[in-house]
């Protein structure tokens, strides 16, 4: 990871915003330390401090890592990202490289830290994680799950949950997972089997030949988490909330629940299942779970004028039919022609999927010309005089964010200003609009996959100084 000096991109007016748009695949290397800075140690004694510079989306918010009294050749290697955020809480993976500075204990190690939100004081705690997750670090296979006072939880708790295929199959069954689940309350892990019912017994399912979690999302409630496998594992549904933490008992076989999602679209099948994450996302908003595909449309252009076209000839020789440029393969262009978006909505106990929008990039209306004048490589005129999305870039990333109205976030890598940048578009689905767009120069994604997550950790921070917000920098 490279240091940041200051996160930047276009910014609005300073907002009270309730969710912000967090990069999650890597952390600023800077120290901008603000209301929302919390410090911590690992457990070799290494001093880390984190700190939030948020903006009103879709510009994107920022993570902050430092290192009080190291200098920056010391930790410009260090990984450091959020792995997942629920209300108040989210849990960082940070990776110590092996570098002066660093404490010997924490070189080449995968730290965990919980950052806890607070208006007054907010907290950065180290999480003990036992090896069978280690290898999880980076991924999104970790599910948060605060816990609130009416389920008996402590105020601010919360459960950290995994689930993974064991690596012993001796006495495990084809539909049996280990659960692996963290308690605030006690803080320690422990394991307890979950099993998915085949098919054929009540409730039960085809079982997935294998389960990826790309996401890891609140269902029932806040009683239940939800691990998605974005192409063919659907998503797996485990009640977190009924584990005991003081049960001396042998712990329970969790039942699994398991909800398939829409299939690709026709275009998408032919994509390797590993970039599911760049045309897929799921979450769950008041109960309903959300689901959203978009595909990109390809054509073929000559790239130069042909030459191997002798159609025009009067006359046609034997050996220009047996020369090598009548049998020469055209050189062509793969190029975007546009894209589909298709949502899709569900509840947990339904046992159908119900379509709620396609929106086709000519349905798309842009009324603000101003989104021109900031980012003219995006747009094209139609014949008609109208402005509209341009075709020949192409769309990933779907994802939704947490508010009504169908908004989903898309995204997209330019040349500008002799930077690479991430574009992210917020399209309203239902009205068919472009609501807003915004592009960061610094902070991007170097491949397809989503390079930032809506959380709602900025409704619990301390945001009384201006010097919270990222246009502030």
Known sequence: MEACAVPCHVASQQPRVDW????????????RPNGTTAR???????????????????????????????????????DAAIICSEKDAAILRIRFPSCPGINPADEGQIRYFVYTADH???????????????????N????LLPCSADDGGEAGGFRIAALDRPTRRDQMGPGDYHLH?????????????ARLAPRGAEGGAALPLRHKAHRVIVLDGGTTLGFVDLWDGGILCCRVDVIDDDSESPPPVLPLRHIRL????????????????SIRDVVCVDGVIKFVEIANRRKLLLSEPSINDLSHKSVLYDWELDSKVANTTDPYMNLSDGWTTVTWNRQTNWDYWLRDCQVDIDDVTVSNPGHFDLLPQIFSYHSSGKLVLSKNIG??????????GGVVYLMCHLEIMDKTACVLLAINTREKTLEDLSFSTQRYSYNLYPAYRP???????SMASSMCYANAL
């Open 20 to 31: 912000i748009l967090l990069d999650k695949s890597a952390a600023c290397i800077a120290h």
């Open 40 to 78: 911590g140690l690992t457990l070799a004694g290494q001093a880390i401090q984190v700190t939030f510079w948020v903006a009103n989306p879709p510009s994107p918010s920022h993570l902050l890592v430092h290192f009080p009294g190291l200098n920056k050749a010391d930790f410009t290697m260090v």
């Open 120 to 138: 007054d004081r907010p907290l950065l705690r180290l999480i003990p994680v036992p090896h069978p997750l280690c290898y999880y670090g980076g």
């Open 140 to 143: 999104d296979d970790f599910g």
């Open 181 to 193: 689940v963290f308690s605030s309350r006690t803080w320690t892990w422990s394991t307890r089997l």
């Open 262 to 277: 829409p299939p690709p679209m026709h275009i998408n099948r032919s994509m390797p299942e590993h970039h599911a994450p």
């Open 395 to 404: 769309m990933s990333a779907p994802t939704f964010v947490p508010q009504d």
């Open 455 to 461: 959380y709602a950790l900025s409704k619990h921070m």
